[in-house]
């Protein structure tokens, strides 16, 4: 029977010395992931504490977009529809992206009047 390892080596990418861990930073709503060794994560650390120290945490979370909730305001509306037009068989449930694609195609018109 064949038998294979597969070893991962992490290698620094500032020195090219063995690397101990992969960090993840963001700066300027650009995301970066950096392997670095001890040693090097020390030193990053330290040039970061007193940013760290004086920033306020967030939440990686995106807001919900407007559509999302103009959808939800309206499923009352589109359910309705939805079971008169045939798309639905019963009032409850979730609205499939379907349903929500053929209400908004057939009052594509009245919402632009």
């Known amino acids: 029977m064949l038998k294979k390892t597969q ?3 992490l290698i620094d990418d ?3 010395t063995p690397a101990i861990t ?3 930073f963001s700066v ?3 995301q970066y992931v950096i392997d670095l ?3 090097n994560l020390d030193e990053f650390q330290v040039v970061l504490a007193p940013y760290i120290k004086h920033g306020r945490r967030t939440t990686t979370r995106k807001p919900r977009s407007a559509a999302g909730r103009a ?3 309206n499923a009352a509306e589109i359910r309705a529809w939805g079971i008169e037009k045939g798309y639905l068989k019963s009032a ?3 609205l499939g992206t379907t349903v929500i694609a053929a209400y908004e195609a057939a009052h594509q018109n009245t919402d632009a009047q």
């Open 14 to 16: 500032i020195d090219g």
């Open 92 to 94: 409850r449930g979730r």
């Open 22 to 24: 992969s960090v993840n």
């Open 37 to 39: 060794s001890e040693e």
């Open 7 to 9: 070893v991962t080596e």
């Open 28 to 30: 300027g709503g650009t």
């Open 71 to 73: 959808k939800r305001q």
